[in-house]
């Protein structure tokens, strides 16, 4: 297509297509007096060829309707009925067809224009100028809304951006697609680490991942090092600076084509580092260009200013919720232990998965139970319910008894929310797990003789009111490996949870390979390590895990 930012008046190229070499020596001496730039075809097969020839089109086609080979309605049907010259104008001219019906016919089959020899030539100036005005101002309205959708491609992607890195590729990709060149994108992180992207036209949409690519080490930008970065001072809003034709401090040579540049710089907040998006100069040159470019500028700082304020708020909940587990693991002579807990990278509201280990009475208590969703009430209810579990392990209440006296506390606090709970009792007296289950996913044991099995005796979750059954006493060999864990370690979209719990069993047995149940020097914190390898979190749920290797001796 053309060069869709002519002015209305600007010269154009023409196509001229009639058999009578007078009539096209006529035309094109009219024309190119006007400064217009005329090509010629001597027939409709001819002038199609040209146009499918792959070469620039012109903005007007002027067509004969009487040609040898086939009428100019013929031409201009097929003209308009290919979407690479739909647009294109054409202007009818016949010596001979000169009634009202072939004037009708003509307009109604896709002419924009019907003038009869002869012609004068200022008609045909005035008729040619009128159809370019019309033609441009309908490309430019095209252009418009198609740069628009890009625009807002690009602004529903940087919304959607899950980290800084993120961001700059979503800007750097609109930038680039909505003005058709290659741009790049500078911007600090909330954790105020650099990050930059190279965004270059044609690579594909703005919601596709390719139309961007990481910078080469030696072309990553810090958007501290560019003029920009200060010349908003501390003010919110936008900025334009264009460099001029000297090399500009802090952006690498050759990483757009050689030639000024321009600059948008823009900032959401009073204080905050602003983001910067560069292209060259040439493509912003018209104010339309100028104000999509600050446009995108915007979007990006207020993208990122949300990614700022989630990232605070996730922060916070991540310490607060922290500050809910324990600090540290208890040292047993019955049970070495290693934990791991992965809060969910998909939400900034704290969840409720907990985890608790301590010495009782009885011997080494182990827990590890899930509060329903993901809230401040949860998080809440989550603190009490440990609290509470080791006010009443500590009073030397069993496994069982504790669940019940958990379940009257929640209907004392009239709790909203139900919670998974599986405690284990690891017996100093005779080295029997004791297993108390409350609705939670079952505990997995392997013991040394190669034996790997889930205990699935179980009883409600809690919160509901109803009874819990017996504590089950099972069998733990010194060296067996005990794994508790919540759902957000195995559970998956579209995957079965029966599966995902046999993968578990299997990806334990291959840990502790060795005859005594070890793993390596019988270290469990590989056993943590191996189990999230083969189940990586996919950042939709908490993760508590928690491997306990049985290592005491029953007391004599």
């Known amino acids: 297509m053309p060069d869709p930012s002519p002015s209305d008046n600007s010269p154009a190229s023409i196509l001229v297509v009639d058999d009578n070499p007078t009539n096209r020596y006529v035309l094109r001496t009219t024309l190119s007096r006007a400064g217009h730039v005329v090509s010629e075809a001597e027939d409709g097969t001819q002038a199609l060829a040209l146009l499918a020839g792959g070469a620039p089109l012109p903005e007007v086609t002027i067509v004969d309707v009487r040609l040898p080979d086939m009428t100019g ?50 008609e045909l100036l005035a008729t040619v100028a009128a159809t370019l005005r019309y033609a441009r101002a309908r490309r430019r309205a095209e252009r418009l809304a198609e740069r628009l959708q890009h625009l807002n491609e690009a602004t529903l ?55 961007t690519a990481p910078p080469e080490p030696g072309d990553r930008v810090d958007v501290r090092a560019l003029p920009s970065y200060q010349v908003l ?75 700022r304020s989630y990232t605070q708020e996730h922060d916070l909940a991540l310490t ?33 998965d907990f985890y608790e280990a301590l010495p009782t009475p009885a011997g080494l208590l182990l827990a590890v139970g899930d509060v329903a969703g993901h809230s401040l009430d949860a998080a809440m209810l989550m603190g009490q319910i440990r609290h509470a579990l080791r006010a009443y392990a500590i009073e030397g209440h069993a496994p069982q008894a504790i669940l019940e006296r958990i379940e009257h506390l929640l209907g004392a606090v009239e709790a909203r929310l139900t919670l998974t709970l599986c405690i284990v009792l690891v017996d100093a007296g005779t080295g029997l797990l004791h297993i ?38 099972v069998p733990a060999p010194m060296g067996s490996v005990l794994v508790m864990t919540t759902d957000g370690l195995i559970e998956r979209r579209h995957e079965d949870i029966g599966e995902s719990l046999k993968r578990l069993a299997a990806t334990l047995d ?47």
């Open 320 to 352: 607060l919720q922290r500050s809910f587990l324990p600090d540290t693991l208890p040292r047993s002579p019955l049970a070495e232990l290693a934990v791991r807990y992965l809060p969910a990278s998909e939400h900034a509201e704290i969840g409720g």
């Open 157 to 211: 992607l940087l919304y959607s951006a899950g980290d800084a890195a993120e961001v700059a590729r979503a800007a750097a990709a609109g930038a680039a697609t909505v003005l058709g060149t290659t741009a790049v994108a500078a911007l600090l992180s909330p954790h105020g680490e650099p990050a930059s992207a190279i965004g270059a036209a044609g690579a594909g949409r703005p919601a596709a991942p390719s139309p």
């Open 436 to 473: 108390a289950n409350a609705g939670h996913l079952p505990p997995l044991l392997r013991t040394p003789d190669g034996v790997v099995r889930f205990v699935e005796e179980h009883g409600p979750l809690l919160g509901l009111g109803l009874p819990q059954p017996e504590a089950v006493r």
């Open 73 to 122: 309605f013929d031409v201009c049907e097929r003209i308009k009925a290919d979407p690479a010259t739909a647009a294109l104008p054409v202007i009818h001219v016949s010596a001979s067809a000169i009634t009202a019906t072939d004037r009708t016919q003509g307009l109604n089959r896709g002419a924009d224009a019907y003038l009869t020899e002869p012609i004068a030539p200022d």
């Open 510 to 556: 291959g840990l502790c390979g060795g005859s005594d149940g070890s793993v390596g020097s019988g270290d469990v914190e590989e056993v943590c390590d191996g189990l999230l390898g083969a189940f990586p979190p996919d950042g939709e749920d908490d993760v508590a895990l928690m491997a306990a290797r049985v290592t005491g001796r029953p007391a004599p």
């Open 233 to 307: 001072g501390d003010r919110p809003g936008t900025h334009l600076l264009r460099t001029g034709d000297r090399p500009w401090p802090g952006f690498p040579d050759g990483l757009i084509p050689d030639g000024p540049l321009m600059a948008a710089t823009a900032r959401a907040k009073a204080g905050r580092p602003p983001v910067c998006l560069v292209v060259p100069e040439e493509a912003a040159a018209t104010p339309d260009d100028e104000r999509l470019l600050i446009q995108l500028a915007q979007a990006c700082a207020l993208a990122l200013e949300a990614l």
